[in-house]
């Protein structure tokens, strides 16, 4: 072999060896690079739906907010933090100005605790006390008239009470009111009331004979309670 085509094999050799050592030192360090780009791309990316998953639904609750704090302005109008009773006077002269009666009379009570509802127990579940083993009663049976009366269902169907509502943080406030009208008048304010803003339960309610003066008028006594949440956090 002449000395010409040593020179040409150590040139291709070279070259090779340059081509080499440029693709590991330059090409391939680069190719890693872009690789993992296109993964942090990728993973960017994913990060970037699940975020905008989260705002979506962010939205859709600030949405409802608004809705939420209108029904919570409901609620604590109807159970304000304090007795309010000067607001609650007011609700009434509304209601009888409404229902064309008069209010003669308003007085409240002292604040009570409020005493929670325990459901009555179920009915339904089976008796597991003893038989009776006594003697069959063989008297006469009593031919009394019987009870007719509705059977007390205090409790019956009642819901558990909340944990939240206690005797430290609910107090029921009774309170009295006359209002004088006709007795149609006095039942429609009676209505108006156990409908109000303020919540109420009406425990009695009574009406007066009309007099031979003012026959079409007659004098109404109601008995309730209004409620007071303390602590509204």
Avoid: C, H
Avoid at 128 to 145: E, N, Q
Avoid at 150 to 170: C, H, I, Q, R, Y
Avoid at 188 to 216: C, H, I, K, W, Y
């Amino acid at each position: 072999m002449t000395t010409t085509k040593w020179w040409l094999v150590g040139a291709m050799l070279v070259i090779a060896l340059v081509v080499l050592a440029g693709f590991t030192l330059g090409i391939s360090p680069k190719l890693e690079e872009v690789g993992v780009t296109r993964a942090t791309r990728t993973a960017a990316l994913a990060q970037n739906e699940a975020y905008e998953l989260q705002l979506a639904a962010l939205q859709r609750e600030f949405d409802g907010l608004e809705t939420v704090q209108d029904e919570l302005a409901v609620l604590r109008a109807a159970i304000p933090e304090g007795a309010a009773l000067p607001a609650f006077i007011g609700q009434l002269d509304a209601i009888a100005g409404r229902t064309s009666v008069t209010v003669t009379e308003f007085s409240s009570a002292d604040a009570m605790p409020y005493v929670p509802v325990v459901p009555a127990p179920d009915a339904t579940a089976p008796d597991t006390t003893a038989p009776d083993t006594t003697a069959p009663d063989t008297t006469a049976p009593d031919a009394t008239v019987p009870d007719t009366t509705a059977p007390d269902t205090d409790g019956a169907g009642s819901a558990a009470p909340s944990p939240l509502v206690t005797a430290e943080n609910f107090i029921a406030v009774p309170v009295t009111i006359s209002v004088t009208g006709s007795f149609d008048a006095v039942l429609d304010f009676l209505e108006g009331l156990q409908n109000g803003q303020r919540l109420m339960t009406v425990t009695s309610f009574s009406s007066g004979t009309p007099s031979a003066d003012v026959p079409d008028r007659v004098t109404g006594q109601i008995a309730g309670i209004v409620y007071v949440l303390l602590d509204a956090s």
